[in-house]
């Protein structure tokens, strides 16, 4: 079983339509996150849910929104989206500090 | 506050070479620290990490990392490169008591036939 599943992987879509990633975790977390990896490679935290909880919310587009139904699942729907969205998008979960768990990534290309 | 450094965002090494990344970090509090690795088209898997045990880390595929407090550093090592090593290393950091990451802006590992 995959530990941290998401999906799609890959996503191509128009600018100005709104999608959705969904992301389950089976490892029984407490904490789960969104990052964005550009093409450069860098990791930038967007959000994390501790128990369905908001924790962190980075400097993030109001047209980001992520849910949490429950403490296994945290999605993340994009609204009106733009050229620049386009990137790898992560989700994760850890249980405290101790070691975070990726997916494997959705593509999403914003044409 | 904490932060992670990876110095080389671009390595090359030759087929059988050492291989050395190299991460500083600075943390107020005892951290956890990691790595990743991100091979193409894929996510980050963990390589090893450090919490508080034995100074020297071992991880998979023949990589190992050595904590060093008064350096600041946990760089990671391996004696013979493959060329299935090439691929995105990514240096990670979290406070022990708490569940944020930080993270390095990785290092891109090339390896030469």
């Known amino acids: 079983d995959t530990a941290v599943s998401q999906t799609p992987k890959y996503l191509v879509t128009q600018m100005g339509n709104d999608k959705s990633i969904k992301c389950e975790q089976n490892l029984g977390h407490d904490t789960m996150y969104w990052y964005k990896q550009d093409s450069k490679k860098f990791l930038k935290i967007m959000f994390s849910y501790n128990n369905k909880e908001l924790i962190i919310n980075e400097t993030v587009p109001n047209r980001f929104s992520p849910k949490s139904p429950d403490k296994a699942h945290l999605n993340l729907h994009i609204n009106s989206l733009e050229l620049g969205d386009s990137a790898v998008y992560f989700c994760a979960s850890s249980q405290g500090g101790d070691t975070i768990y990726f997916g494997e990534g959705s593509w999403l290309t914003v044409v | 506050a904490q932060s992670v450094t990876q110095l080389g965002s671009h390595v090359s090494v030759s087929e059988g070479a050492l291989v050395l990344l190299r991460c500083n970090y600075s943390s107020s509090v005892p951290p956890y620290l990691f790595w990743y690795v991100q091979y193409p088209n894929q996510g980050l898997q963990l390589l090893l990490k450090?919490?508080?045990?034995?100074?020297l880390v071992k991880g998979i595929n023949g990589f190992e990392a050595e904590f060093k407090k008064s350096e600041t550093s946990f760089h990671l090592t391996k004696p013979s490169a493959h060329m299935s090593d090439a691929a995105e290393y990514f240096c990670?950091?979290?406070?022990?008591?708490?569940?944020?990451?930080?993270f390095g802006t990785g290092t891109s590992l090339t390896v030469i036939p």
């Open positions: 990670a950091v979290s406070p022990w008591a708490g569940n944020q990451f930080y």
């Open positions: 450090y919490t508080s045990a034995a100074t």
